[in-house]
């Protein structure tokens, strides 16, 4: 009689997958993209007033995060975005003072803890400590308006590598729909006015709106969450800034989405009200 051995089976081994040598993380991807403005702004045009102010923007917004990080929520806050709010004040504002970008900062960064609604903070940090000094500190604080001029590389270079971050941040859709409402709302004021066409479009070619398009506007923490809730938002806020602009409001971009992104805000979180209470009696009936 032969005996037979069985032999075990094993499972079949499962390919791994092999980690990349680099992966960065997202919450690196807009600092580093902000920062490559500001080097293309200021190599190509000095659009800084100085580096010593937009430091102490730039340190004002990351030591207070940490610190109201800790007072509001006893962790300490990653400071990536903070760093953006520091280097948008720096880069935005205009004055001969040291003061205004501490105080720009300041405002910006508190904004975050203390104006919320239903645990959300329905203005864009560096939105609206910007839009607050120019309003109230008109005669000290100015805001940035160069243009690219007719050097064209610059901008190109910031737009593509802006494009592809945001497409992989997937809000590629909030700067897109903005950009193709701002140029025809353009012609439309070009032809109330009688302006040229080119000198109504210029304004988007500048480093003012590379900041404006690819981080405020699409802040994740301040819009809408639906998409198409988000593309009538930007839609509406270039709608504003036309009007604005009419009537020779010089920094309409900032006061509209100061207006219209914490209106669309404060619509969803009573919608989402509204759509709880009846589940809430469902419960307690």
Avoid at 35 to 60: M, R
Avoid at 123 to 141: C, E, K, Q, R
Avoid at 226 to 251: D, N, P, T, W
Wanted: glycine share 4%; aromatic share 14%.
């Amino acid at each position: 009689m032969s005996q037979t051995t069985s032999v075990p089976v094993l499972p079949p081994q499962v390919p791994t997958r092999k980690k990349p040598l680099f992966k960065l993380d997202n919450r690196y991807i807009a600092p580093a993209f902000i920062t490559c403005i500001l080097l293309a702004g200021h190599l190509s045009f000095g659009i800084l007033e100085s580096y010593q102010k937009t430091l102490l923007a730039i340190v004002t917004s990351i030591l207070l995060e940490l610190v109201l990080g800790q007072v509001f929520y006893r962790k300490w806050v990653h400071p990536a975005s903070a760093y953006i709010t520091g280097i948008s004040v720096g880069i935005l504002v205009r004055s001969l003072a040291f003061w205004p970008y501490a105080l720009c900062s300041a405002i910006s960064i508190t904004s975050k803890y203390v104006l919320r609604v239903k645990g959300r903070h329905i203005w864009n940090p560096s939105n609206f400590g910007i839009s607050v000094m120019l309003f109230l500190a008109a005669d000290t604080v100015a805001s940035l308006s160069i243009q690219w001029g007719n050097y064209l590389w610059p901008m190109l270079v910031i737009w593509a590598l802006g494009s592809v971050i945001i497409w992989r941040l997937r809000r590629f859709h909030i700067t897109g729909i903005y950009v193709v409402s701002f140029i025809a709302f353009a012609f439309l004021r070009s032809w109330m006015t009688g302006s040229p066409w080119q000198s109504e479009i210029a304004p988007i070619t500048g480093p003012m709106y590379q900041l404006f398009i690819f981080f405020m506007i699409t802040d994740p923490k301040t819009t809408v969450r639906s998409q198409k809730g988000q593309c009538l938002v930007v839609f509406l806020i270039a709608f504003l800034e036309m009007v604005m602009r009419l009537r020779q409001i010089v920094y309409a971009p900032f006061y509209a989405l100061f207006i219209v992104g914490p209106i669309a805000m404060l619509v969803e979180i009573w919608m989402d009200s509204r759509r709880s209470n009846p589940a809430k009696l469902s419960i307690a009936q």
